[in-house]
């Protein structure tokens, strides 16, 4: 076999690897000179035509030339390799000084914010959270908070009826009987946020539908001191030490005596503003002591036992806290009002 033959071979595949790009063509560099049936291998298989004397050297030439194109592919596959994970590198560097995209922030409705904080300050005073069903009989919405059927009062929280005797319940307070019942003459120490139904016009600050939270505590030896001390704590505690409470005295079939509790205006202080209406003050609760008759109504001896009750309005709290003006602005999930109360 001629040497020029080998040394063509040869100077060919390295031309060809010099050339090579790409891994793919690397590969096919490889497969045209060193697969089985390459013109290389090809002349190793001549081997056997020679003289014996002439078979070492031939060999010894052959492979080296085949040594010589097998690493020179390997040094262009390190080449090439690098220079992939440079290019790779380069179009997936991520720059860090762009802006991110940031997500959109919902925000809570004032709504529950308040209900959530008024339900905080009580559990920190050592009241339990208990419930009662929305759709409520007419017994416990009214006949066990002594408001018999045809009691006046019955006027002032006209609802929605089921039927006869079923109806959406006017208020909390038939949470205060059915606590009463459930806890058969212990004492009681609980509040109870929900939601509540009275069929009224809707307008800024009526609702048919809105939410209160009711408070009971029944022990021995209490007294309306109690009361107002427990919701003197709540007020500074919701609005500022600064604000006082006045209790003003009012009429609930289930309290006796029965009181509208105010707080002093955070707006101008007490000296009277357009907020309270040049009073000084802002009614936020009813409350009172719980009327003897509720108390044996529902299994507790009055001599033995007495109790204070209260009632507050979720929204009121709210609207009061945030300055709404409307009622309606809290149920109508308009994101124009609720991004206002993002939290910065
Ligand atoms: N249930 C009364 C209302 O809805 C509020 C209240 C609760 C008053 C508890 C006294 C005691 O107006």
């Not at 959530?116 to 409520?136: H, R, S, W």
């Not at 005596?257 to 009277?272: Q, T």
């Not at 033995?304 to 929204?315: K, L, N, P, R, S």
Request: proline content about 4%.
């Amino acid at each position: 076999m001629e040497n020029t033959d080998l040394e063509s071979l040869k100077t060919s595949a390295l031309n060809a690897i010099a050339k090579a790009s790409t891994m793919d063509e690397i590969t096919l560099v490889r497969n045209e000179y060193l697969a089985k049936k390459s013109p290389l291998m090809a002349l190793l298989g001549k081997m056997k035509d020679l003289d014996p004397s002439e078979r070492a050297e031939y060999g010894a030439r052959v492979n080296s030339a085949k040594g010589e194109i097998s690493n020179a592919l390997d040094a262009k596959v390190k080449i090439l390799e690098a220079k992939e994970l440079r290019a790779k590198l380069e179009s997936e560097k991520i720059d860090l000084t762009l802006p991110g995209t940031s997500e959109e922030q919902g925000a809570r409705n004032p709504f529950y914010v308040v209900k959530d904080e008024i339900t905080e300050i009580f559990l920190g005073m050592g009241y339990e959270v208990a419930e009662g069903p929305e759709v409520e009989s007419d017994h416990f919405n009214f006949e066990l908070l002594n408001i018999p059927k045809d009691h006046p009062a019955r006027d002032m929280q006209d609802s929605f009826y089921i039927d006869d005797n079923t109806l959406l319940r006017t208020h909390t307070s038939p949470v205060q009987a059915r606590t009463m019942q459930a806890k058969k003459g212990q004492p009681i120490k609980v509040i109870c946020p929900g939601k509540v139904y009275r069929r009224d016009d809707d307008d800024a600050t009526h609702s048919h539908q809105f939410a209160q939270i009711e408070g009971l505590l029944i022990d021995k030896d209490v007294n309306l001191g109690h009361l107002k001390a427990t919701l003197e704590l709540f007020v500074k505690k919701m609005y500022g030490e600064k604000r006082q409470i006045r209790l003003r005295s009012s009429y609930f079939p289930f309290t006796e005596p029965s009181v509208e509790v105010d707080v002093s205006c955070a707006e101008c202080g007490g000296k009277g503003c357009s907020v309270c209406k040049g009073t000084g003050w802002i009614e936020i609760l009813g409350g009172g002591m719980v009327h003897p008759n509720v108390l044996t109504m529902s299994g507790y001896d009055p001599k033995v036992y007495q109790g204070f009750a209260f009632g507050i309005g979720i929204e009121r709290v709210a609207m009061l806290r945030y300055g709404i003006e409307d009622i309606r602005r809290i149920y109508q999930n308009d994101l124009r009002f609720l991004d206002q109360f993002k939290k910065r």
